[in-house]
């Protein structure tokens, strides 16, 4: 099938022949493939159901990669590009495309009386209230942007655009602080989010704990839990497929203090460091930030913080240089927090 799409971003979702439904990762895609990974499968034991269909909703990289690996074993493809494993999925094979703004633009504009759209469309309609970012600006992601959700489900906005979403960002500090409406996570919703993670991160529960504590986009929205995305708007990225390589060094775990955290709330997040230590593994040369696809690490940190992180060290080419960086949240083994 052929797509007129921008550029896939993450956030989006795809959906093959057989009806399994992947999300997007990253915004670099080869010729005719999107880089994604499973997310839900048709499954008459699945608890999520869309007209006549169940839907099973896999959580752990170990499942999503065996079920792949059983199902779709030509998804998974070396790319010499990335360096690794990742799952490619043909366009010539995808049925249909999930857009979060089309969604929005949808919800915010039906009188749909689904209690958790309704909930999305007071949220989205709050938050530019207060940011004056326009509601064209968002989108929504997750289970209710593929008519999956129940009624315990979360909400997953999306916001577009560098300017929009710190003025967004600062917003959901504001608010978070002085509003009724929005709040940030008790000790017990951060317990059960704690749990829910353990499926893909281990981290200690106290780590977790401080570093949800200072969050705010995680939070409470009407009493439902909403986990909040930046994104870069498309026309914000300049770089294209091949453009940019990486090469896989192994495994290291660094500390290191933040000198630069501008692109910190964005998915992928940056921290750029100086003064840094390998506690594990080796380097020839000088590591120069640390980066994440996973919204778990946005902003955990600010410039003066010190962080410690494990992940894969990655030489990345551009056509200007050539730096190091670790890449975090390819395996269950890693983590970044901040220690001061």
Known sequence: MEFKKRRWMEGDFIENLDGVIFNVKGYLH??????????????????????SRKYL????????????????????????????????VPHKEILKEYDPKRKAKEILSSKDEDPLKSKMRRFIEVISSHSNVSTNSFGVS???????HTKDSDIDPLVYGSENCYRVYETLKELSKNSEKIRTLNKMEIKALYR??????????????????????????????FSIRFLKDPGEIKEE?????????GEV????????????????????????????????????????????FCDLAKEGDTIRARGKLELVKTKDEEYLRVLVGGKRSHFMVKVS
Do not use: W
């Open 196 to 225: 829910a993670k353990l499926l893909d991160t281990f981290i200690d529960l106290e780590l977790f704990t401080k570093m949800m504590k200072e969050r705010v986009m995680e939070g409470i929205f009407e009493d439902t839990l």
């Open 57 to 88: 909703k896999l959580n752990s990289l170990e499942e999503k990669i065996r079920f792949l690996k059983q199902r779709y074993p030509d998804y998974l493809v070396f790319d010499k590009i990335f360096d690794e494993m990742v799952c490619e």
């Open 142 to 148: 997750g289970s209710l942007l593929l008519d999956l």
């Open 253 to 296: 775990e660094i500390e290191g203090k933040v000198v630069d955290a501008s692109e910190a709330i964005f998915t992928p997040c940056r921290y750029v460091l100086s003064g840094l230590r390998i506690l594990h593994g080796s380097s020839s040369k000088e590591i120069r930030e640390v980066s994440s696809f996973r919204s778990r």
């Open 30 to 51: 080869p010729n005719n493939y999107v880089v994604a990974f499973v997310r839900y499968v048709p499954d008459p034991r699945g608890d999520r159901r869309r007209d």
């Open 241 to 249: 497929y091949g453009e940019i390589r990486f090469k896989d060094l």
